[in-house]
């Protein structure tokens, strides 16, 4: 009997490498690439997010100044900037600039990753207070309802809010650690 080895055709060889190659560029794009262009998505999301809220911050900062106490409106924000030349023409040195480089008010609404709006909230305290006479005879409750003394931004996607809607201590604060 004669031993005489069967070679398999080139074309499978061809196949197989070009099997190989494709399967190797796969795994490139799924374990190095890929987990790469995630982490730089969510790094952006997560700047453009805490810059859009410190803007508003700022916004709110401004309608106190103006009208004593802080909105819960994006409109009212935004229409304190558009009203207000003084405003505009400080832009630059009020706002930060985005992530692309320039400020644009109409996005400060939107959250970049999810596109929902921003949590915008502001308190509500309702205070009583006893009125007695010089003589100590009770006369009456006195209530006062107080809006817009706090207020609180919150990102729907997590990166952060500013402010708090309980403790006057942190009117101003990024959960994030800047100022």
């Not at 890929?34 to 700047?47: C, D, G, L």
């Not at 924000?77 to 706002?95: G, W």
């Amino acid at each position: 009997m004669s031993s005489a080895k069967k070679s398999e055709p080139a074309y499978i060889h061809i196949i197989l490498i070009l099997i190989i190659v494709g399967l190797t560029y796969l795994l490139i794009q799924v374990a190095i690439l890929e987990p790469q262009r995630v982490i730089e998505q969510e790094k952006y999301f997560k700047e453009e997010s805490r810059l859009r809220m410190l803007n508003l911050k700022q916004l709110e900062l401004l309608y106190k100044e103006k009208h004593g106490k802080y909105t819960d409106s994006f409109d009212s924000l935004f229409n304190l900037f558009r009203k207000d030349p003084n405003i505009q023409a400080k832009v630059d040195s009020l706002f930060r600039p985005l992530k692309h480089g320039q400020f644009v008010l109409d996005s400060l609404r939107w959250s970049p990753k999810s596109h929902t709006q921003y949590v915008l909230k502001i308190d509500s305290t309702l205070r009583t207070d006893s009125v007695f006479t010089k003589s100590g005879r009770f006369l009456r409750i006195d209530t006062t309802v107080v809006v817009g003394e706090l207020y609180y931004i919150e990102c729907p996607d997590g990166y952060g809010s500013i402010g708090d809607l309980t403790n006057p201590l942190k009117v101003n604060t990024t959960s994030w650690g800047e100022k």
